[in-house]
């Protein structure tokens, strides 16, 4: 039985220890022990040049998409007798709009974290730990926008939480992490909750400015759970930082109705990156 989200959420003593970081390390080995070697240096494609300080400072806006575009999803609108036997079959009831639209978001969140453009905006290494921790950031992202909606919004934060719980469990599973998958997942569950404290604690008013780039340090970049952000990755750290504020704030700005059907997008790295310039 999962635990509903919005009840389980208490400040967790542990969130990003190492134990939790050698756990998420330990799933990453077993992802990539049997791949191919890598390629050379001279076969790897070298990424388009990126300036992650010009990137993330313009104005919040909306993130729902204009309604010509070609990216929405509308509820089919049968007519006649199919649409009386699906009513009958509650195929248009609250709770099946409400499922139907959290798998479209969800869809929206891992076109963003399983594509190559975030990992070379941010540069990252793509492996089980990175993806994770990108998945539970832009879970967070949702997680909080809906929860501004009261009662409906955290019904439907469940229905997209147990879609996600369900997706992590086949990563671990494709990982070949077959053997004792049930500790697996509440290792993984209690990282998710120690995250989301730790990103909503970070963003508060009183926060100081400096809390949320340190949660995303230590949540994304940190391989060995040290506070002290390493120099090197400064700039990628700040901007990911930027990245998801803007996004926070965009989604507050996202009308609820574009997000529960998933007529949204995030922002789109990829346009970002191919042409090089411009803050975001």
């Not at 330990?26 to 990137?55: C, F, L």
């Not at 010509?68 to 009386?84: A, H, M, T, W």
């Not at 230590?218 to 930082?241: C, K, M, P």
Request: net charge positive; proline share 6%; aromatic share 10%.
């Amino acid at each position: 039985m999962l635990r509903r989200w919005s009840k389980a959420i208490s400040p967790i003593s542990n969130f990003g220890s190492r134990s939790h970081l050698n756990f998420l390390q330990n799933v990453t080995r077993q992802t990539y022990a049997g791949v191919a070697p890598a390629p050379t240096i001279d076969d790897k494609p070298q990424p388009p040049e990126v300036n992650p300080d010009k990137m993330f400072w313009s104005k919040p806006c909306s993130l729902a998409l204009p309604p010509d575009s070609p990216l929405r999803v509308e509820e089919p609108n049968y007519q006649g007798i199919k649409r009386f036997m699906l009513k009958l079959m509650m195929f248009y009831s609250k709770q099946s709009m409400s499922i139907r639209g959290a798998n479209v978001v969800y869809r929206r969140i891992i076109s963003q974290v399983d594509k190559p453009p975030i990992y070379e905006v941010f540069n990252l290494e793509k492996t089980f730990k990175t993806t994770f921790s990108l998945l539970v950031l832009h879970m967070w992202l949702c997680l909080r926008r809906l929860k501004q909606e009261g009662k409906e919004g955290v019904e439907f934060g469940q229905y997209l939480y147990e879609i996600y719980n369900h997706d992590v469990e086949l990563r671990v599973s494709k990982a070949g992490v077959n053997l004792l998958l049930t500790k697996w997942m509440k290792e993984l569950e209690k990282i998710f909750y120690g995250n989301i404290v730790a990103y909503d604690t970070a963003i508060l008013p009183e926060a100081k400015p400096s809390d949320f780039s340190n949660a995303i340090w230590r949540n994304i970049f940190s391989e060995d759970g040290s506070s002290t952000e390493d120099n090197a990755a400064s700039q990628s750290v700040q901007a990911l930082a930027r990245y998801a504020r803007r996004e926070a704030s965009c989604m507050t700005l996202t009308d609820i109705k574009a997000l529960t059907s998933g007529n949204f997008m995030f922002t789109l790295l990829k346009h970002e990156n191919r042409r090089g310039k411009g803050p975001q």
